[in-house]
């Protein structure tokens, strides 16, 4: 008999991999896209005047008063840079000149593709020190079985009400993002609220379209959030809040219809787990995520078990208050999850070697998220290298002549989506394109604030897909493929692109 050979299936690339493809497509268009700079002009806090760095690197420097940005043309209040409200260097419109750049050869373009791997940790150690710690904490809070013990008591209060803890937890989360940009603070979800889903009847991609849907529309329809709608407006010279009620309305919506696809979804998974996107994965994630868990059994939930979870949630609270009130960043947030480690050592019940091992192979399970968020920062790193960013800038800003209000802002969104996939940075993107961006609109005759519009939706839009934003390390964190999370999202995808058209279009008649 002839043994039949089984075809291979063919596998979706790791995250690591979809990187690394995506810094090599960069690194191959540093070869063919012209080296250039705008002149840009930042607030210097030691000799409070105006540094003016010119497309060659050559610094001068001017008064800080309003006659300077008006010589200048950028049309911010000077009180804004001095108040530390415009931090960065600001793009100086009409500036653009190409710059003799001499492009990498073939060694020179290998030697960059490894450095800036090694150079994007490097940068993102903050970031990764976090995520190192958050594991750590997460390890502790295992190991004592208070996620057992907790899971076990919520199992009972959950039956009937499944939908509410989509509901709210996507309601809080896109809140976050669209008044202070809660996003990569989300990672610390993750570990907790699997469980939870999965007991729940969800599968994991119930859990990701909850908590990454939740920050990517509340970041996406920002109204208030500083890092993104406030410093563009400022940056774009207006006034933020008379354009609120309509991004109001738009992040309404867009949050309820971002809720309703998940639950839609979660709802069929629950009644039919062969229904889920990941079902091969089923007995898979249950055994990493509900092992040791016995939902039937009702087991005691010690006070230790309750004292370890208590000081995990109010590390968490404690770290949404410092970003939105303090302006906290990662290292702060890590100092927070370090000393809540330190305290549920002391509570947690365990000796100082469980503890220890814990915390060790609590942050190992995270080390992959924390690589892959320095490999996504190496794209900025190639791109800034090369001078290539304000190039890409200055050919679409040159492409806009001639076109109809409406025509405009929608071709604005496109521009912004395809900027937003090489800059993830909202305030960088801010500060780098509104002096351009801003001053179009009075050419096209519409109101500034629709080209912050398309700033915000299209920079959002695609960090719902973009391997350089936050979408790969959420991935990693629920173990799903890149090609299962686009199969899943793809009608969402279309719909918030409608969405966004026909309120960039209302935008018009309002504004």
């Not at 705008?38 to 003016?52: E, M, P, R, S």
């Not at 793009?91 to 073939?106: D, G, T």
């Not at 729940?200 to 909850?210: F, Q």
């Not at 993104?228 to 354009?243: E, H, K, L």
Request: with cysteine.
């Amino acid at each position: 008999m002839v043994a039949v050979k089984k075809k291979k299936k063919h596998q979706f690339p790791t995250a690591y991999t979809v990187i690394i493809i995506v810094l090599l497509l960069v690194q191959l268009l540093t070869f063919v896209i012209p080296a250039g700079n705008y002149a840009t002009l930042a607030y210097d806090t030691t000799d409070k005047d105006f540094v003016i760095t010119k497309p060659n690197g050559e610094k001068d420097k001017a008064p800080a008063t309003q006659a300077t940005l008006k010589k200048y043309k950028v049309n911010i209040a000077v009180k804004k840079f001095k108040d530390g409200t415009i931090y960065k260097p600001v793009a100086i419109p009409n500036s653009y000149e190409r710059i003799n750049l001499k492009k990498s050869n073939l060694w020179q373009a290998i030697v960059q593709f490894f450095t800036s791997q090694v150079q994007g940790i490097g940068q993102s150690v903050d970031i990764i020190a976090f995520v190192l710690i958050l594991g750590g904490c997460i390890g502790v809070v295992h190991a004592n079985g208070a996620i057992n013990s907790g899971m076990q008591a919520l199992s009972k209060r959950i039956k009937g009400k499944q939908v509410l803890l989509i509901v709210l937890v996507m309601g809080l989360i896109s809140l976050g993002g669209t008044t202070f940009g809660l996003a990569e603070e989300t990672m610390a979800m993750y570990p907790i609220l699997i469980p939870v889903f999965l007991i729940a009847g969800y599968d994991t991609m119930t859990v990701l379209g909850t908590i990454f849907l939740g920050t990517s529309i509340g970041t996406m329809v920002s109204t208030i959030n500083p890092f993104s709608t406030i410093i563009a407006s400022n940056t774009a010279g207006v006034n933020f809040a008379r354009a609120l009620p309509l991004r109001i309305t738009m992040w309404v919506i867009c949050t309820v219809v971002g809720m309703l696809y998940v639950i839609f979804y979660a709802e069929k998974v629950r009644k039919d787990p062969t229904k889920s996107v990941v079902y091969d994965q089923y007995e898979q994630n249950r055994e990493k995520y509900l092992s040791g868990a016995d939902i039937e059994k009702t087991g005691k939930f010690t006070w230790k078990q309750k004292l370890t979870l208590i000081i995990f949630a109010v590390a968490f609270i404690v770290m949404i208050w410092g970003v939105q009130q303090k302006g906290w960043y990662f290292t702060e947030i890590s100092v927070v999850f370090l000393a809540a480690g330190y305290l549920m050592a002391i509570f947690s019940g365990l000796t100082e070697h469980k503890v220890v091992q814990a915390f060790v192979d609590g942050a190992s399970d995270l080390l992959g998220v924390a690589l892959t968020i320095g490999l996504a920062r190496a794209v900025s790193i190639v791109m800034d290298t090369s001078h290539t960013s304000d190039t890409i800038m200055h050919f679409f800003s040159q492409q806009v002549s001639g076109m109809s209000p409406l025509i405009f802002v929608w071709f604005l969104f496109i521009v912004y989506i395809i900027l937003g996939f090489f800059i993830q940075s909202s305030s960088g993107l801010a500060v780098l394109s509104m002096p351009i961006m801003a001053p179009l609109a009075n050419v096209i005759g519409i109101d500034r604030a629709s080209v912050i519009d398309a700033y915000n939706w299209g920079l959002g839009f695609i960090s719902l897909v973009a391997p350089t934003g936050l979408i790969l390390m959420s991935l990693m964190m629920v173990n799903i493929d890149f090609n299962k999370w686009f199969k899943w999202c793809w009608k969402l995808l279309v719909i918030e692109f409608v969405l966004c058209l026909v309120f960039l279009g209302i935008g018009l008649l309002i504004y």
